[in-house]
């Protein structure tokens, strides 16, 4: 058997282990007779693809025990957690992409055209859910904090990675400080430059630090439940910030020129084709939020029926 | 009937071709509710059988579906 007609075989060790246990050997079988029947493969293979995503989404055919299902909902969590470490940097791509250009000769107010105004206001919606998501981050953070603070689980990394944390937070303030009151500003640039290199870190480890705590400490079912709802709220703010910002690339696309010696005011984007690679970022990590939110509620649901 | 015969039988009965995974995700759901039950396994291929409570909801099933077919058709003779 040769090249495509692999395939099929290949893709099924895309299913789960608890899957590949039970149904493993008679798919392999059954593939086999439907390949040798004349089945072809690449239909076979998009059939195994899809069902294979099917079965992790729905856990179809997993063990029916508590246990399985509430590692299953940390886990699923976890995904959700993750991708708002994916979305910030993203943000950030975006907010230091755009800027706004205008020409004023002063003393009448600025006529803005319809699509500025329009991606003025989505930019104000846009801050706020980000500012909203990190406030939402902070609550899911303290709850996972508080839930394993009594368990065996080594928090040693976390103290260290806060600290980090609230240190780059300080050194940056001091650097702005320091700079708007025109202080030496070697002083504030070595300030600002060790607070950010802080921050930084911080930002790297805690995601796997939040891996490893998430695989060490079993979160009890008060917990598992607001978490879930975290997982949701940071879900709906995701979504609400793609569409955001796919809405603003629209309104910016559609300013008009500006006519010779007039005021204006116009919002434009430094990335032009990249945007449609930002938005793509957005939706991917978008779809995989919701994808954990709702993963995380349907396990945790069957954990408590069992 | 294994997996194999099932999508063939299908496939003579109805004339939709299903994929290996289709069947076994149904035939999954299906184990997990009690419809029907696998069967000892001969040579790697596993057969499967209704179980009483599947027949009772398959028999329910088809006579729904036979109430719409005889209530359609009997509408379109009407017309």
Redesign the interface.
Known sequence: MKGVAKL?FLLLNLYPRW?RE??G???????Q??VEGGRSPL??S???????V??WLRG??AP?TREFWTTRTQRSLLVSALTWFAFLPLSVAFGLSNTQHGFFKGGTRVQMSGASTDALHVQRILFSALILSCFVALVGWQILRGALEGQSVRLRWFHMTNRFAMGGILLLSAALFLGQHNSTSSVAETSGVVGGGLLVISWLSLPALIVFMMREGRLAADRLRAEVTVSFALAGLNVLTTFCVASYLFAISRQPVPLPGADYLLFRSSLGGWNAALVVGFVLVAALSVTGAFTARQSYVRARTL | MHGYALIRDIEDISGVVLGPGTLYGALARLEQEGLVEALPAEDRRRPYRITGAGSAALRARLEAIAVVASVGLRRLGAT
């Open positions: 099929p899957w039970r149904y050997d008679e798919m392999d079988v059954m593939v007779g439907l239909s076979l998009i059939n195994l693809f899809a069902s294979s099917g079965v179809t055919g029916a």
